[in-house]
């Protein structure tokens, strides 16, 4: 019982702690991304006759809910409480501050007003009004003539509570080493990051691996059935000769090296060659390839894209290149074919074997990212469509012998490559 009798004490005194807790817990309207310094010099602006908070014990709230801080220095913002135009707009904030309001409901208007927060230097404002059962508090500082935090929190005699209260309610949060003179002022010559000029040229080096294959995700199999599906005969003989797919295995890994880059951010280039590694599709159930130990073909691709792209910039770290590319290539196809070493000579069959065109031409399509980071190095995805053809239309001529079907007049196959850069600006 006595055990018991202690248990349920604990119990209660949690659920003590827990509702006290709750009484005099903060209430965020809104929190933009304001910058808390390192050492911070704290101003706090107050209309009210006595403040409602010391500032030491402040300071000693601080730096006991964020060990970040360092030693913050804190103090009663006495020449904002003795000028007119400060008085008017804290009065007027007094009576508008109010749960579902926007930033820029409250801001400061009159010119001299605007100058004072200009003015404050890495400094931190603490604004505090009084409002009967709870207090209304915005945070000010030299980046804008409106508040970068308000809320509120419950009113409490104790001082040192409320202070421990204000700081984890909006002080809360990762701090910054505070500027020097000079760093201030080139921070101010800085242009906005939404206008800020990109630079006139950006270039960058890769190598990729990706994959290969007939089939487009998301589409019916049978489109492609009969060129996934067909056999070699006689080293020669397929059911259609229109695609190389008929022929030579249609997926496979791909391997790229490219270099490229672009103009302004907007429009560039790029070159590159690709590689890869084809098996012949032969029919094992053909008793001809019995001499044969391999046969497969090497494809060798260069060609030219031409790219479209948007930039973001989400993290100072990081860069994001959303981008679409259109171009061309030339593909050219280098066998490796050997006999069993048990045969002495080939079969009539294989010294007729098919031939594949000396080159093939085609054209690319598709879309992509680069994820750069520290301006440097980079990882990209990008997915798309690559064709291959020869032309089989030629003008007509009654002495023309006939001729043999011409092999992979129309190939198109999908693919999808994952990429590591480097990323440099040669000019600004």
């Not at 006595?50 to 220095?73: A, V």
């Not at 008085?87 to 930033?103: C, D, F, K, M, Q």
């Not at 199999?221 to 020669?236: A, P």
């Amino acid at each position: 019982m006595k055990h018991l009798a202690q248990f349920l004490v604990a119990v209660i005194t949690l659920i003590h702690v827990f509702w006290a807790s709750a009484a005099y817990a903060g209430d965020v309207y809104f929190d933009s991304k304001w910058t808390l310094w390192q050492n911070a010099d704290i101003l706090i602006w107050t209309t009210e006759k006595d403040s409602p908070i010391d500032p030491k014990e402040f300071c000693l709230s601080l730096r006991r809910n964020n060990t970040g801080i360092g030693e913050p220095k804190c103090r009663l913002f006495g020449e904002w409480e003795r000028d007119t135009v400060a008085t008017r707009y804290a009065s007027w904030l007094s009576n508008n501050i109010e749960p579902g309001l926007e930033a820029h409901y409250l801001k400061a208007r009159h010119p001299s007003m605007m100058a004072k927060f200009q003015a404050l230097e890495d400094k931190i404002v603490l604004y505090i009004t009084d409002k009967g059962s709870d207090l209304k508090i915005a945070i000010f500082d030299e980046n804008a003539s409106e508040p970068r935090a308000v809320g509120s929190v419950s009113k409490n005699a104790d001082k040192i509570a409320l202070g421990d209260e204000i700081a984890s309610t909006l002080f809360d949060r990762h701090t910054t080493r505070r500027l020097s003179k000079e760093e201030r002022l080139k921070k101010e010559s800085e242009p906005d990051d939404l206008y800020k000029e990109t630079p006139t040229f950006r270039s960058w080096g890769g190598i990729s691996a990706g994959f290969a294959q007939a089939q487009i995700p998301l589409t019916p199999d049978n489109w492609y059935s009969s060129h996934t599906r067909s056999r070699v005969g006689n080293y020669r003989i397929t059911k259609d000769s229109v695609s190389l797919w008929n022929f030579i295995d249609d997926s496979t890994p791909l391997f790229t090296v490219y270099v490229g880059g672009i103009w302004f951010g907007f429009i560039g280039g790029e070159i590159f060659y690709r590689y890869s590694s084809h098996d012949v599709k032969i029919d094992e159930r053909d008793s001809v390839y019995e001499e044969l130990d391999h046969w497969n073909f090497s494809q060798h691709e260069i060609g030219l894209n031409v790219l479209l792209s948007r930039s973001f910039e989400p993290f100072k770290w990081l860069d994001l290149h959303l981008f679409t590319f259109l171009g061309f290539q030339y593909s050219f196809y280098s066998e490796d074919i050997e006999l069993k070493d048990s045969k002495k000579a080939p079969s009539k069959e294989y010294e007729t074997r098919i031939r594949f065109e000396d080159a093939y031409k085609g054209a690319l399509f598709g879309f992509g990212t680069q994820c750069v980071f520290l301006h440097h190095y980079g990882i990209s995805v990008r997915t798309g469509l690559s064709s291959r053809g020869k032309d089989i239309y030629t003008e007509p001529s009654p002495d023309a012998a006939a001729e043999p079907t011409t092999i992979g007049a129309s190939t198109i196959d999908w693919f999808i490559s994952f990429g590591l850069e480097y990323h440099w600006t040669p000019f600004k």
